[in-house]
């Protein structure tokens, strides 16, 4: 890879992390004002029309939001210390497990998690599983991600211990 093309990775490294930055940043924003800021405002002004269980329902739903959000944002760290020249190997490792136990735990929680807690909540309405394909599909990403870091850890360590040899 010449410099100029090295150059050009590292500068397209740091405009998706400012992209992840940016995504991270303004949807947590909206989450925070749509769950807890403007529940909380009305509820202290006394106007909150809701019940604190649909208050708590709707946050329920939104918690998977804030696996994936730090997913991105793992995504979006990765990338930023690849624009700073860190070696790709390691980085990647890292970024691969978190990405991966994020998305696995944010598809784990909207399959299963957010369901049944939903069921708690409502009194015992509803199934013990929601067809959601798309928590599903990122739950096995996640999962799948998670051991190929794995595997990208035990190859670094092998790697290592052969340039050791040599």
């Known amino acids: ?10 500068r397209r490294c740091a405009q998706f992390r400012w992209l992840a930055v940016f995504m991270v940043v303004s ?7 749509m769950y807890l800021l403007a529940p909380g405002l009305l509820l202290a002004r006394g106007d909150y029309p809701e019940s604190p269980t ?3 329902a709707q946050l329920v739903w939104a918690l998977p939001t804030v696996f994936y959000l730090f997913a991105v944002w ?7 210390q690849l624009s700073k020249g860190r070696l ?6 890292h970024a ?3 990405v991966g136990l994020a998305l696995g735990f944010g598809g784990l929680l909207s399959v299963f998690g957010v369901t ?3 069921r708690l909540i409502e009194g015992g309405r509803g199934g013990w599983a929601y067809f959601d394909v798309a928590g599903m599909t990122l739950g096995m990403i996640g999962g799948a991600l998670f ?10 360590k092998v790697q290592a211990e052969l340039d050791e040899m040599i």
């Open 1 to 10: 890879m010449s410099q100029a093309e090295t150059d050009r990775f590292r």
């Open 27 to 33: 949807v947590g924003a909206l989450l925070a004002l």
């Open 54 to 56: 649909r208050w708590l």
């Open 74 to 80: 793992s995504i979006g760290a990765a990338m930023g």
């Open 88 to 93: 790709i190997q390691p980085t990647l490792v």
């Open 96 to 98: 691969l497990r978190r």
């Open 116 to 118: 049944n807690v939903m």
């Open 147 to 156: 051991l190929l870091g794995g595997v990208m850890e035990q190859a670094g």
